[in-house]
Nanobody
């Protein structure tokens, strides 16, 4: 079993910053792609940013230039640095990862989410 645990969410004023963290734990060989998604009430869950094990990244257009995703492979951790936050960034943010469980199985996992609220 694999667990992903997010932290770092909270309440911040527009223009402020937050850094989210997600730590993977459990029994597995490695974590490959890691990403951040978000979901606001009444909205579909959307991809915010993702990063491969080799460090390749991509971002949703709405966060380019404001958010930065990074990872520490030794700690099985992915980060999302969020700057210049806007009220429309308000959502529950979820960590997601592709995990190599054994030599023949690669599974996808979700964290339970962390709330980010941006006030105007």
């Amino acid at each position: 079993q694999v667990q992903l645990v997010e932290s770092g969410g909270g309440l911040v004023q527009a223009g402020g910053s937050l850094r989210l963290s997600c730590v993977g734990s459990g029994t597995f060989l490695s974590i490959n792609r890691m990403g951040w998604y978000r979901q606001a009430p009444g909205k579909q869950r959307e991809l915010v940013a993702q990063i491969t094990s080799g460090g390749s990244v991509n971002y949703a257009d709405s966060v380019k230039g404001r958010f930065t995703i990074s990872r520490d492979n030794a700690k099985n951790t992915v980060y999302l640095q969020m700057n210049s936050l806007k009220p429309e960034d308000t959502a529950v943010y979820y960590c997601n990862a592709d995990v190599l469980i054994n030599l023949i199985r690669n599974n996808n996992y979700w964290g339970q989410g962390t709330q980010v609220t941006v006030s105007s």
